[in-house]
């Protein structure tokens, strides 16, 4: 029972770069959701999936893009990395709805040099 | 959109007693409350979430308050043991929208 995965668990990458950030969960959920904890500022939400193609921002979306084409995967690119997206990066999913429990993976830290 | 403010930032307790934490929100329409507990390195897991059909639930030794009123939700962890050393978020949803989180307490169990 794999439940849900982030790849890579560690990245450094460079100002301008483009990075993704790849989420896999193996329960068939509906929602997925990406957000960023910074200290300070708790967990934000960027962006979030209602199902395949469906896609709605979240609290701080700019300068991420997401995409979902297969209801198992929900991967993160930075187009054009920034410093400020020097941050842990978490992926989480619910299978019923916005109100239920999400469960989140085990998180991707991020270093933009 | 809501607003959730969490305190205190940091709780240390004695092993053995009572830590309680507490969140305020801003928006009188939200509904849905969860606790979400964060060891290190790791991603936070819910352990408690009440509605705001219900002013108290409870499990086993950590309870939640709800005041609909005031605003205002709290999380109760009884005989605290070192095991409860995380960081713990609340957070705040409204029915159609993705849940607004606490910025989080460190709690520490000192031994």
């Known amino acids: 029972d794999a439940g849900i995965t982030q790849s890579p668990r560690y990245k450094i990458t460079e100002t301008g770069r483009q990075v993704t950030l790849m989420c896999h969960q193996t329960w068939s959920h509906s929602y997925m959701f990406w957000y960023r904890q910074d200290l300070g500022h708790g967990l934000r939400l960027i962006y979030y999936s209602a199902a395949a193609d469906i896609t709605d921002k979240g609290e701080v979306p700019d300068g991420y893009v997401v995409s979902r084409s297969k209801t198992e995967n929900f991967p993160l690119t930075l187009e054009s990395a920034t410093r400020s997206q020097t941050s842990v990066y978490f992926c989480a999913s619910t299978g019923t709805g916005l109100q239920e429990t999400q469960y989140f993976g085990p998180g991707t830290r991020l270093l933009v040099l | 959109g809501e607003n959730v403010e969490q305190h205190p930032s940091t709780l240390s307790v004695q092993e053995g007693d009572s830590a309680v934490i507490k969140c305020t929100y801003s928006?009188?329409?939200?509904?849905?409350f969860p606790w979400y507990k964060q060891e290190l390195g790791k991603g936070p897991q819910l352990i408690i979430d009440i509605r705001s059909n219900v002013g108290e639930k409870k499990d086993q030794r950590i309870a939640v308050t709800l005041n609909k009123t005031a605003k205002h939700f709290s999380l109760h962890i009884t005989e605290t043991q070192p095991e409860d050393s995380a960081v713990y978020f609340c957070a705040a949803s409204l029915w159609a929208d993705g849940l607004t989180f606490g910025k989080g307490t460190h709690l520490i169990i000192q031994p």
């Open positions: 928006d009188s329409a939200s509904n849905y």
